[in-house]
């Protein structure tokens, strides 16, 4: 079915201008996500919980006057306390539990004029780069349902490209915005760490690396979205510099002529598709069209001890995430409460010394240093968001006898066998060949944007990954503006919308 949401020319600020001039009223928006929810939702899976009931009640007690006013909206089910909403983090285990107030950043998207009616599909607590959770059952790709629509923010992505909503809730601590962004042909920003707020019932989550924000259609709703969430809450262990104007007002400022390092040399995996490093010359030719300097470059990483630091990371986190997630549900989970790859990136967690953390982190923050001073000499570095095209249901998975082993280890709790059993080396390796580029980027709290620039012969999107220097948004949106212009996305739609 097709309804005024699957307008191409119908962004978010679009919409809320529709309703600003009374040509459409907030309920007749809520009324058309609904109906494409209902219409699509069947087959891809993206919504996991409606909210039908408390986005009518938001309507009818007034919505406040913002940028948005009246757009409906979509919470990825991970991060966002959403209060008297359960919060399942795509854990079985997380069921049941409801938080009590709204975080803070939920608090801006009301203000915004945000009609916020469901919840979407997650990975189990966000850790896997593809959305397939036990409890859900994984979110289905628009452009093809037999791929994936990448993670952790999948169901958002794939809403946002199947028209139930223009916009909806991120989170990225790996590239979990950028990766769904490149597999269902979104424009998707990670904002500087910091510069969205996460509190006040998380302080930082995973040591740093997560920030949150939205994924969308067009550049100038991610823009305008940042400057109704954008600013430090209340403890903010970081505060980038401020942006010197509204974001919005960057998204139609001509960039001038950039210096744009290339690289299509995978940072963490072992290869790149060629239809990724096509694009990545097409885009190079594009930019050079433009006016900017584009040159090979790119900044030296150590590909094995980085990769093995941030595994380290993110068993200990995982491992302290299960222990919140037992603080909250008032027990300790049984193994069959967490999926597989969950539990065993929490065994090992737990089998880890304060030492082998605090290396981690040191080698990390090293590299962050090298990185830095890369861009230095350079405003801007292009690579692929993902090294091939969307991969198949299950593909990153644990296989069944993998799944077996850590079955069979559980009463031993035996963390450090799982390690030496190499079954989780095994699957960061086929992950950090799929994701080989965004992760690095969490790590220096960059921000870093993916642009659906381009796509294959069957009509899959490729995503374009730029990267720029801490703290300048600035330069992305005015870049990514430029390049909407140039070789506009909107018109291309899944056959499903």
């Given at each position: ?39 699509v ?16 009640s ?104 199947a ?8 989170g ?14 979104l ?33 100038r709703d ?22 010197a ?32 490093a096509?694009a ?35 068993a ?9 997630a ?66 198949r ?91 909407e ?8 739609r899944?056959?499903?919308?």
């Amino acid at each position: 079915m097709t309804t005024l949401l699957d307008d191409p020319a119908l962004d978010g600020l679009a919409l809320a201008d529709l309703v600003r001039r009374r040509e459409v009223t907030p309920t007749e928006l809520l009324d058309a996500a609904l109906a494409k929810m209902d219409a699509v939702n069947p087959k891809l899976n993206a919504v996991v919980r409606r909210m039908e009931g408390e986005a009518r009640s938001a309507i009818a007690a007034g919505l406040p006057e913002g940028p948005f006013t009246g757009v409906p909206f979509l919470l990825k089910d991970l991060m966002a306390e959403c209060a008297a909403v359960p919060l399942t983090c795509g854990s079985r285990f997380l069921s049941g539990w409801v938080p009590g107030r709204d975080s803070e950043l939920v608090r801006r998207y009301r203000r915004a004029g945000l009609v916020i009616a469901g919840k979407t599909n997650t990975p189990e607590l966000g850790i896997t780069p593809v959305t397939e959770p036990v409890l859900f059952g994984p979110a289905r790709n628009p452009w093809n349902p037999s791929l994936t629509t990448g993670g952790s923010s999948g169901g958002s992505a794939a809403a946002v490209a199947a028209g139930i909503v223009p916009m909806a809730h991120g989170g990225d601590g790996g590239g979990s915005i950028r990766i769904p962004a490149a597999c269902c042909g979104l424009f998707g920003l990670k904002p500087t760490r910091g510069r969205t707020p996460l509190g006040p019932s998380v302080g930082e989550a995973w040591q740093g690396l997560v920030v949150e924000h939205v994924l969308t259609r067009s550049v100038r709703d991610s823009a305008a979205a940042l400057d109704a969430t954008a600013g430090p809450d209340a403890g903010a262990p970081t505060v980038p510099p401020p942006a010197a104007r509204l974001y919005l007002s960057e998204v139609g400022t001509p960039p001038g002529r950039l210096r744009i390092a290339v690289t299509t040399t995978p940072f963490l995996g072992s290869s790149v598709a060629p239809v990724c490093a096509q694009a990545v010359a097409a885009t190079a030719k594009l930019l050079r069209d433009l006016g900017h300097e584009v040159d090979e470059a790119a900044p030296r990483i150590d590909r094995e001890s980085f990769s093995l630091a941030f595994v380290t990371l993110l068993a200990a986190e995982t491992s302290s995430e299960v222990e919140e997630a037992a603080r909250r549900v008032g027990r300790r989970p049984a193994s069959n409460d967490l999926e597989e790859g969950t539990w065993a990136l929490a065994l090992l967690g737990r089998a880890l010394s304060a030492e082998a953390l605090s290396t981690a982190l040191r080698t990390l923050r090293l590299a962050a240093r090298g990185i830095g001073t890369f861009f230095e000499s350079w405003d801007l570095l292009l690579t692929p968001t993902l090294s091939r095209l969307p991969v198949r249901h299950g593909e990153l998975q644990l296989s069944a006898g993998e799944k077996a082993l850590t079955r069979a280890l559980v009463p031993f709790k035996a963390g450090r066998l799982m390690k030496l059993g190499g079954v989780l080396e095994k699957a960061a390796a086929k992950t950090f060949d799929f994701i080989p580029y965004t992760p690095v980027f969490n790590v220096t709290g960059q921000p870093a944007m993916s642009v659906p620039l381009f796509e294959t012969p069957e009509g899959l999107p490729v995503g374009l990954h730029f990267v720029g220097r801490f703290g300048d948004e600035a330069t992305l949106f005015r870049l990514a503006g430029q390049l909407e212009s140039a070789r506009p996305w909107a018109g291309r739609r899944p056959a499903i919308c």
